[in-house]
């Protein structure tokens, strides 16, 4: 599953890249594109004179061999200045050239934020989910299910600005506005609260469907009938089953997260993976912004098996061979 | 529904006990209902009964004539917004019915177990089966996690699982039907309760393994001295296992005494029926088997009368409007204006 996958991802990016409208050459070259000398010379140095097939197969045994190639900023190109520079955040050090470097470094801090992220969502969302569900068909569980709608719809890019203003100019709770830290600073606290605000409808609904739906289950009856506190009841006889569902959706959500913290990191500028793809994109820096695209296909698909790996853990049912 | 409830016997028959007994559990006028579209299904309809000390009672009926739902009241886990609206159910100084929640809590397991019909679905799939044992002695015996271990293995070798202590840890789905009873049965001794409800123990199991588990089941309740329930629609379970037999129909009892006279000489017509729908071995090949015709009514709009009086062959104008009760007739009672005369009496 996972190699025809990860080729297929590659013909697509580099397709893209290929015919897109941003000609790498003109990234290196800035204002001297014009020059034909030179751009010929830089085609010829980037390999870009070659045919299509030919520089497929270049970049696939190029990204197989393990290196992943250089960012154009390492041809001398504007590229890092021009835009990557601009979202340099505090603690980014970023000086490697390299692509896998590049990529595996920011994706650290994007795994650090998303850990916070899916933390605060199997704790918060999962409790309020059962919460709901025990409590079904009453104000609370109505409060709950309505509060996660709202916080779920207003996007990230209100969201986030909205608590900046607040934790930081009006009551300041945190005193820088953005940029990273490292995962223990306070600096990680609200963009992981906004990162999780998004998925967490899916959390609480799923959590709350799977908990109604093994309410009224005969094991759930034999479990009162032996006199189980409610509390042991839901916890050891209805989570475990109820949480399959659950897990399902976690899955999709951590990988949204690792891949899709654009606005987060832009809004409180993180130097994330997600904020090196707007960048590279904008740069036009191709190598590195089809070794994220690829990086990111990479993470689904393993977060994927991951999500099918740990059903064993939840369903004694489910064995693998 | 024209139940006059003034008219009930101010003390209770024995219904066939021995008189020397005391009862451990005395439901009275019990009424327990549930609120659909449809209006009020009266689920059980004015039952009384009791259950005497070290008694086997056998409690039959088709599906949905209320012996689960008896059952499930005096558990207190009526599903969905079902409710024990009026009457009282007794057991150890306490009416069940005005115990809060914190209190039957330590009633159920403790003192009244209960064992389900469907052992594959009764039983937490994600859970091994020794915690499931284990669990219940922790928090009414107190026991520390060890010694419920311990107490969980010895119970399941002593309702016949081999190697307990291979199979503690495993899981639902690795056991057979007759096996996940035997857990079962393990849960519901666990506590050593007094009284035991039994919801259809062997309808789920194959016909070879119903036997070996009743038996378990009697040998069990009898070591330990315990009273027992025993909601079935199979007469041989009854024949076999019970001393007493009670038969409810549309919510109410119809018929209750000691298991020999009941099926020797059954008095009311539905129990005759019942008797009648089980092949005997003198009926030949080919021979139709007897069935009670019609349904059971519905119990939303509860015909006046006896409520059998729609399938009953011997029903006049009396049965139609006047609702006959519980009376004496040798050592069983039976509610029914058409009492065939014991067979002994005749003769």
Redesign the interface.
């Given at each position: 599953m996972l190699a025809p996958t990860v080729i297929i991802v590659m013909l697509i990016t580099f397709t893209l890249g290929y015919y897109g409208p941003i000609d790498p050459v003109r990234a290196v070259l800035g204002e001297e594109w014009e020059d034909e000398a030179r751009y010929a010379e830089v085609k010829k140095a980037l390999g870009l004179d070659r045919p299509f097939v030919i520089q497929f197969l270049d970049y696939m045994g190029t990204m197989f061999g393990g290196h992943w190639g250089q960012s154009l900023s390492a041809f001398g190109g504007v590229a890092s200045d021009r835009a990557v520079g601009e979202g340099r955040g505090a603690g980014f050090s970023g000086t490697s050239t390299g692509v896998r470097e590049m990529v595996l470094g920011r994706l650290a801090i994007s795994a650090q934020l998303s850990f916070w992220a899916l933390v605060f969502l199997t704790v918060f969302a999962i409790l309020l989910g059962v919460l709901a569900a025990v409590k079904q068909n009453t104000t609370v569980d109505y409060a709950i299910v309505t509060s996660s709608i709202i916080a779920s719809s207003i996007p990230a890019y209100v969201i986030g600005p909205v608590l900046l203003i607040i934790f930081v100019l009006k009551i300041p709770v945190f005193k820088t506005v953005g940029g990273w830290d490292g995962m223990f600073s306070r600096q990680a606290i609200l963009p992981a609260i906004v990162l999780a605000t998004g998925p967490m409808l899916v959390i609480v609904r799923q959590t709350r469907a799977g908990i109604v739906e093994v309410l009224g289950k005969d094991f759930v009856r034999t479990a009162r009938a032996k006199g189980m506190p409610e509390r042991l009841v839901v916890a050891r006889h209805m989570l475990r089953t109820a949480m399959i569902p659950v897990l399902t959706s976690l899955g999709l959500v951590t990988s949204g997260l690792l891949t899709g913290s654009l606005f987060v990191e832009q809004i409180f500028n993180i130097p994330g993976i997600g904020k090196l793809a707007i960048q590279t994109l904008m740069s036009g820096d191709h190598p590195v912004f089809m070794g994220v695209v690829l990086f990111q296909a990479l993470i689904i698909v393993t977060v994927n098996l991951l999500t099918d790996l740990l059903y064993g853990g939840l369903d004694p049912r489910v064995t693998y061979d | 529904m024209a139940t006059d409830t003034s008219s009930q016997p101010e003390i209770p028959l024995t219904g066939g006990a021995a008189p020397d007994r005391k009862p451990l559990l005395r439901i009275h006028e019990l009424h327990t209902q549930f609120e659909t579209k449809q209006g009020t299904v009266r689920a059980v309809d004015g039952l009384s009964l009791d259950l005497y000390e070290g008694e086997v009672l056998g409690l039959v009926g088709e599906s949905g004539c209320g012996k689960t739902m008896t059952a499930l009241s005096i558990?207190g886990?009526l599903?969905g917004n079902g409710q024990a609206v009026a009457g009282e159910i007794n057991f150890e100084g306490k009416n069940l019915l005005q115990c809060s929640g914190e209190e039957?809590?330590?009633?159920?397991?403790?003192r009244i177990?209960?064992v389900?019909q469907?052992p594959m679905?009764?039983?937490?799939?994600?859970?091994t089966i020794g915690?499931q044992i284990s669990?219940?002695m922790e928090?009414?015996l107190a026991l520390g996690r060890e010694e419920a271990r311990e107490r969980a293995l010895e119970l399941l070798d002593h309702v016949g699982i081999p190697s307990p202590r291979a199979r503690f840890d495993n899981?639902i789905?690795q056991f057979s039907g007759g096996m996940r009873q035997r857990v079962?049965i393990a849960?519901a001794f666990s506590c050593q309760p007094r009284l035991l409800l039994a919801d259809e123990p062997t309808t789920a199991l194959d016909v070879t393994v119903q036997a070996q588990i009743l038996d378990l089941i009697k040998h069990l309740a009898q070591e330990a001295g315990m009273t027992a329930l025993f909601i079935t629609h199979d007469m041989g379970i009854v024949a076999g296992s019970c001393d007493r037999v009670a038969v409810m129909y549309a919510g109410r009892m119809v018929e209750i005494g000691p298991v020999d006279d009941v099926l020797l000489n059954p008095r009311h017509p539905y129990t005759q029926g019942l008797l009648g729908s089980v092949p005997s071995l003198e009926s030949k090949p080919g021979d139709r088997l007897y069935s009670i015709s019609g349904l059971p009514p519905d119990l939303v709009s509860l015909p006046t009368g006896c409520k059998f009086w729609l399938r009953c062959p011997l029903a006049d104008d009396r049965c139609r409007e006047d609702e006959p009760e519980l009376e004496q007739y040798g050592q069983s009672q039976a509610a029914c204006w058409k009492v065939m005369p014991p067979r002994d009496v005749a003769a």
């Amino acid at each position: 599953m996972l190699a025809p996958t990860v080729i297929i991802v590659m013909l697509i990016t580099f397709t893209l890249g290929y015919y897109g409208p941003i000609d790498p050459v003109r990234a290196v070259l800035g204002e001297e594109w014009e020059d034909e000398a030179r751009y010929a010379e830089v085609k010829k140095a980037l390999g870009l004179d070659r045919p299509f097939v030919i520089q497929f197969l270049d970049y696939m045994g190029t990204m197989f061999g393990g290196h992943w190639g250089q960012s154009l900023s390492a041809f001398g190109g504007v590229a890092s200045d021009r835009a990557v520079g601009e979202g340099r955040g505090a603690g980014f050090s970023g000086t490697s050239t390299g692509v896998r470097e590049m990529v595996l470094g920011r994706l650290a801090i994007s795994a650090q934020l998303s850990f916070w992220a899916l933390v605060f969502l199997t704790v918060f969302a999962i409790l309020l989910g059962v919460l709901a569900a025990v409590k079904q068909n009453t104000t609370v569980d109505y409060a709950i299910v309505t509060s996660s709608i709202i916080a779920s719809s207003i996007p990230a890019y209100v969201i986030g600005p909205v608590l900046l203003i607040i934790f930081v100019l009006k009551i300041p709770v945190f005193k820088t506005v953005g940029g990273w830290d490292g995962m223990f600073s306070r600096q990680a606290i609200l963009p992981a609260i906004v990162l999780a605000t998004g998925p967490m409808l899916v959390i609480v609904r799923q959590t709350r469907a799977g908990i109604v739906e093994v309410l009224g289950k005969d094991f759930v009856r034999t479990a009162r009938a032996k006199g189980m506190p409610e509390r042991l009841v839901v916890a050891r006889h209805m989570l475990r089953t109820a949480m399959i569902p659950v897990l399902t959706s976690l899955g999709l959500v951590t990988s949204g997260l690792l891949t899709g913290s654009l606005f987060v990191e832009q809004i409180f500028n993180i130097p994330g993976i997600g904020k090196l793809a707007i960048q590279t994109l904008m740069s036009g820096d191709h190598p590195v912004f089809m070794g994220v695209v690829l990086f990111q296909a990479l993470i689904i698909v393993t977060v994927n098996l991951l999500t099918d790996l740990l059903y064993g853990g939840l369903d004694p049912r489910v064995t693998y061979d | 529904m024209a139940t006059d409830t003034s008219s009930q016997p101010e003390i209770p028959l024995t219904g066939g006990a021995a008189p020397d007994r005391k009862p451990l559990l005395r439901i009275h006028e019990l009424h327990t209902q549930f609120e659909t579209k449809q209006g009020t299904v009266r689920a059980v309809d004015g039952l009384s009964l009791d259950l005497y000390e070290g008694e086997v009672l056998g409690l039959v009926g088709e599906s949905g004539c209320g012996k689960t739902m008896t059952a499930l009241s005096i558990m207190g886990l009526l599903p969905g917004n079902g409710q024990a609206v009026a009457g009282e159910i007794n057991f150890e100084g306490k009416n069940l019915l005005q115990c809060s929640g914190e209190e039957m809590k330590k009633i159920r397991g403790a003192r009244i177990a209960m064992v389900f019909q469907e052992p594959m679905t009764a039983l937490t799939p994600t859970m091994t089966i020794g915690r499931q044992i284990s669990e219940a002695m922790e928090i009414h015996l107190a026991l520390g996690r060890e010694e419920a271990r311990e107490r969980a293995l010895e119970l399941l070798d002593h309702v016949g699982i081999p190697s307990p202590r291979a199979r503690f840890d495993n899981y639902i789905h690795q056991f057979s039907g007759g096996m996940r009873q035997r857990v079962m049965i393990a849960i519901a001794f666990s506590c050593q309760p007094r009284l035991l409800l039994a919801d259809e123990p062997t309808t789920a199991l194959d016909v070879t393994v119903q036997a070996q588990i009743l038996d378990l089941i009697k040998h069990l309740a009898q070591e330990a001295g315990m009273t027992a329930l025993f909601i079935t629609h199979d007469m041989g379970i009854v024949a076999g296992s019970c001393d007493r037999v009670a038969v409810m129909y549309a919510g109410r009892m119809v018929e209750i005494g000691p298991v020999d006279d009941v099926l020797l000489n059954p008095r009311h017509p539905y129990t005759q029926g019942l008797l009648g729908s089980v092949p005997s071995l003198e009926s030949k090949p080919g021979d139709r088997l007897y069935s009670i015709s019609g349904l059971p009514p519905d119990l939303v709009s509860l015909p006046t009368g006896c409520k059998f009086w729609l399938r009953c062959p011997l029903a006049d104008d009396r049965c139609r409007e006047d609702e006959p009760e519980l009376e004496q007739y040798g050592q069983s009672q039976a509610a029914c204006w058409k009492v065939m005369p014991p067979r002994d009496v005749a003769a």
